[in-house]
């Protein structure tokens, strides 16, 4: 994202144009790729002082920020949990990050160390005129060359470094106590991460603009991404020629994108999943954006029990994420077919800045899980900050989760979140007790120590270096992590021709239910179970399935036998592990498959064995729960 600052008005601009209120010129701002900005609320602001005072004393945060109403942007830079860069008067003055061990810090910048310093009572280090000519170099801060530090510094902490005149000339980490940069004449006092360079010089705190005023500087600019948005929905909507739905998070980029479509003219029902893991404010805010657009509100609710499913798959992570199968898409699959079992046009509000996926994915899709579901998003290349004055130029009440901070409104165990964002929700709602009991038990269970779950490492089932290395050892599970249950499948070898035809075979770890499994292997055709051989039989024996566990298939060529011995083995995976999320229901064109208690069901009379309904399947597709050897 390109920002840019007129410093005549002192407001951030979103084009490459001039300032929309004063017609000067403006100066593009330097930020972290990929520069999903978005304005400061009350709440981070208040973090701003807290930490700024906490870091380096009374005062230090009015100094780098003068209010809470300030206009102060945010940008969220990619970082092992939560970083956030902080934009005011057309520059980056600080970063906010989250440590997972130490929690939330304040890194200034030059210019906002400079605004701080002026109060600055803690973390300040004076150093002698003859070292500066080094340190403007790139040098780090050198015991010999320290005149005075705070006394209250300690070893890890954020620190600015302040030249005769008061003015910052560094920032960085100190690497010894205050008392000993002073006393010792040899070692590193402070790391450098930033020193001063030329242009680096801030004006003081200058004009301050409100929000209103920020609205009024980009109002043609957002007017035409608005307009781009609504010329979007009515060229999809015509050229897919479906009927159409919207699909309401609760969060702002869903409540945007829903304006957005209402603002195109269109009335389309709206539909919401209540994945059994949404804070309730969020059903709630859900429910009252309904009332007030006078929407229709359909609203799916999963069938399954979050945490009684993690006992089932383990805990959910960024690579291991089943709960978006049954407790998002099954639901919303079962919504959409009964509602448009024709396909339908969902309008989702889906921002290419918002993560690496969703920048690769275009503005219109097909949803692999949910057949006959084009997405689309007319907010595909929003900022956030594009989001956020959009809401407040229509007067749109938000979710209350994001004035408490929230960053991200989802499903409240979700892994995908930061751990910033987990601790916050823990703080403030009383249900997340039940998901941190279950995880302590799972760590108990499987030998991980309580930092496992303290940091987050639950959240990943390759958990990165950097957060090992802040608690070495505690993302090593004694007992494996293995999940409740396991069906292990192993191929013996190449299928092989035997009397002019090929046959492949393998066998599962355990014995089979026969009964489940001859009604999932109709899909492949007629079956017959043979009680006293111990074996179900399909067409005239191309898949013999055994109750011991053993699979044979029969083909004309190899590979036509290995493809189809891999079919068998995935429909006995569903006989045996089905979860009933629901996802594979609406693939099937005769009505022959419905879940009932949990499990899907195939309804010998209807099915004619087109095998539609392969595709995704929560258990097929999750190897840790079906583990395939391939001994070949
Ligand atoms: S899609 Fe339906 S009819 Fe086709 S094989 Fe599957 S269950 Fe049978
Ligand atoms: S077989 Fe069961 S788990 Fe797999 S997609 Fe169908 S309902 Fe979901």
């Given at each position: 994202?390109?920002?840019?600052?007129?410093?005549?008005?002192?407001?951030?601009?979103?084009?490459?144009?001039?300032?929309?209120?004063?017609?000067?010129?403006?100066?593009?701002?330097?930020?972290?790729?990929?520069?999903?900005?978005?304005?400061?609320?009350?709440?981070?602001?208040?973090?701003?002082?807290?930490?700024?005072?906490?870091?380096?004393?009374?005062?230090?945060?009015?100094?780098?920020?003068?209010?809470?109403?300030?206009?102060?942007?945010?940008?969220?830079?990619?970082?092992?949990?939560?970083?956030?860069?902080?934009?005011?008067?057309?520059?980056?003055?600080?970063?906010?990050?989250?440590?997972?061990?130490?929690?939330?810090?304040?890194?200034?910048?030059?210019?906002?160390?400079?605004?701080?310093?002026?109060?600055?009572?803690?973390?300040?280090?004076?150093?002698?005129?003859?070292?500066?000519?080094?340190?403007?170099?790139?040098?780090?801060?050198?015991?010999?060359?320290?005149?005075?530090?705070?006394?209250?510094?300690?070893?890890?902490?954020?620190?600015?470094?302040?030249?005769?005149?008061?003015?910052?000339?560094?920032?960085?980490?100190?690497?010894?106590?205050?008392?000993?940069?002073?006393?010792?004449?040899?070692?590193?006092?402070?790391?450098?991460?930033?020193?001063?360079?030329?242009?680096?010089?801030?004006?003081?705190?200058?004009?301050?603009?409100?929000?209103?005023?920020?609205?009024?500087?980009?109002?043609?600019?957002?007017?035409?991404?608005?307009?781009?948005?609504?010329?979007?929905?009515?060229?999809?909507?015509?050229?897919?020629?479906?009927?159409?739905?919207?699909?309401?998070?609760?969060?702002?980029?869903?409540?945007?994108?829903?304006?957005?479509?209402?603002?195109?003219?269109?009335?389309?029902?709206?539909?919401?999943?209540?994945?059994?893991?949404?804070?309730?404010?969020?059903?709630?805010?859900?429910?009252?954006?309904?009332?007030?657009?006078?929407?229709?509100?359909?609203?799916?609710?999963?069938?399954?029990?979050?945490?009684?499913?993690?006992?089932?798959?383990?805990?959910?992570?960024?690579?291991?994420?089943?709960?978006?199968?049954?407790?998002?898409?099954?639901?919303?699959?079962?919504?959409?077919?009964?509602?448009?079992?024709?396909?339908?046009?969902?309008?989702?509000?889906?921002?290419?800045?918002?993560?690496?996926?969703?920048?690769?994915?275009?503005?219109?899709?097909?949803?692999?899980?949910?057949?006959?579901?084009?997405?689309?998003?007319?907010?595909?290349?929003?900022?956030?900050?594009?989001?956020?004055?959009?809401?407040?130029?229509?007067n749109e009440e938000s979710n209350p989760w994001y004035d408490l901070g929230l960053e991200r409104i989802g499903c409240y165990t979700c892994p995908a979140s930061d751990l910033a964002d987990?601790?916050?929700?823990?703080?403030?709602?009383?249900?997340?007790?039940?998901?941190?009991?279950?995880?302590?038990?799972?760590?108990?269970?499987?030998?991980?120590?309580?930092?496992?779950?303290?940091?987050?490492?639950?959240?990943?089932?390759?958990?990165?270096?950097?957060?090992?290395?802040?608690?070495?050892?505690?993302?090593?599970?004694?007992?494996?992590?293995?999940?409740?249950?396991?069906?292990?499948?192993?191929?013996?070898?190449?299928?092989?021709?035997?009397?002019?035809?090929?046959?492949?075979?393998?066998?599962?770890?355990?014995?089979?239910?026969?009964?489940?499994?001859?009604?999932?292997?109709?899909?492949?055709?007629?079956?017959?179970?043979?009680?006293?051989?111990?074996?179900?039989?399909?067409?005239?024996?191309?898949?013999?399935?055994?109750?011991?566990?053993?699979?044979?298939?029969?083909?004309?060529?190899?590979?036509?036998?290995?493809?189809?011995?891999?079919?068998?083995?995935?429909?006995?995976?569903?006989?045996?592990?089905?979860?009933?999320?629901?996802?594979?229901?609406?693939?099937?064109?005769?009505?022959?498959?419905?879940?009932?208690?949990?499990?899907?069901?195939?309804?010998?009379?209807?099915?004619?064995?087109?095998?539609?309904?392969?595709?995704?399947?929560?258990?097929?597709?999750?190897?840790?729960?079906?583990?395939?050897?391939?001994?070949?």
């Amino acid at each position: 994202m390109k920002l840019r600052w007129c410093h005549h008005c002192n407001l951030p601009i979103l084009d490459e144009g001039k300032c929309g209120t004063c017609g000067g010129p403006t100066v593009k701002v330097n930020l972290t790729p990929p520069g999903d900005i978005r304005p400061a609320r009350r709440v981070d602001i208040q973090r701003v002082h807290r930490l700024a005072d906490e870091q380096f004393g009374p005062g230090a945060g009015r100094a780098l920020v003068p209010d809470e109403e300030s206009v102060v942007v945010l940008n969220k830079a990619p970082a092992d949990d939560r970083m956030d860069e902080v934009i005011m008067d057309g520059a980056v003055v600080a970063t906010m990050r989250y440590d997972p061990l130490s929690g939330w810090h304040l890194l200034p910048r030059i210019g906002g160390a400079n605004r701080m310093a002026k109060v600055a009572t803690s973390g300040v280090v004076q150093i002698s005129e003859d070292a500066v000519p080094f340190i403007e170099g790139g040098a780090s801060i050198l015991a010999p060359g320290v005149e005075a530090a705070s006394l209250d510094i300690g070893s890890g902490d954020q620190v600015m470094v302040i030249d005769h005149e008061g003015k910052a000339i560094a920032v960085g980490v100190a690497r010894m106590l205050g008392k000993q940069m002073v006393e010792e004449d040899h070692g590193i006092c402070v790391k450098v991460r930033h020193h001063r360079r030329k242009g680096d010089a801030m004006p003081d705190p200058g004009l301050q603009g409100t929000w209103d005023d920020v609205i009024a500087a980009n109002e043609a600019h957002m007017e035409r991404m608005i307009d781009k948005g609504k010329e979007f929905v009515h060229r999809v909507a015509e050229e897919e020629g479906l009927p159409v739905a919207v699909s309401f998070s609760g969060g702002k980029d869903s409540l945007a994108l829903l304006l957005v479509v209402l603002e195109a003219g269109l009335n389309p029902p709206v539909v919401f999943v209540d994945t059994g893991i949404e804070l309730p404010e969020t059903v709630e805010h859900v429910h009252d954006v309904a009332r007030r657009h006078d929407l229709e509100l359909i609203i799916e609710e999963t069938e399954h029990d979050f945490v009684e499913m993690s006992a089932v798959f383990g805990p959910p992570s960024r690579d291991y994420r089943w709960c978006c199968k049954t407790q998002k898409l099954g639901p919303v699959a079962r919504a959409l077919n009964s509602r448009f079992p024709g396909g339908m046009v969902t309008f989702i509000g889906q921002r290419r800045y918002e993560s690496g996926p969703r920048s690769r994915s275009g503005a219109v899709w097909r949803n692999p899980w949910v057949p006959g579901q084009v997405g689309a998003s007319p907010i595909q290349e929003w900022t956030a900050m594009h989001v956020w004055l959009y809401l407040r130029m229509r007067n749109e009440e938000s979710n209350p989760w994001y004035d408490l901070g929230l960053e991200r409104i989802g499903c409240y165990t979700c892994p995908a979140s930061d751990l910033a964002d987990l601790k916050l929700v823990e703080e403030h709602y009383p249900g997340y007790a039940r998901w941190r009991t279950f995880l302590e038990e799972w760590a108990e269970a499987s030998g991980h120590d309580e930092r496992w779950v303290e940091l987050g490492m639950w959240r990943f089932h390759n958990v990165p270096k950097s957060l090992q290395e802040m608690a070495p050892g505690a993302a090593e599970a004694t007992e494996g992590l293995a999940p409740a249950f396991q069906l292990t499948f192993e191929m013996d070898g190449r299928a092989e021709e035997v009397d002019g035809a090929f046959v492949a075979r393998g066998s599962f770890d355990r014995e089979l239910d026969l009964e489940r499994v001859a009604e999932l292997l109709t899909i492949l055709g007629e079956t017959r179970s043979d009680g006293e051989a111990g074996q179900v039989v399909v067409g005239e024996g191309e898949v013999i399935a055994q109750r011991d566990g053993t699979l044979v298939a029969r083909g004309e060529t190899g590979k036509a036998t290995a493809d189809l011995l891999e079919r068998a083995r995935q429909l006995v995976v569903r006989a045996e592990l089905c979860v009933g999320c629901g996802v594979c229901v609406p693939r099937c064109p005769t009505g022959a498959l419905s879940t009932v208690e949990k499990r899907v069901r195939v309804d010998q009379d209807t099915c004619i064995h087109c095998g539609s309904c392969f595709g995704p399947c929560a258990v097929v597709d999750f190897p840790p729960v079906a583990v395939m050897v391939d001994r070949g």
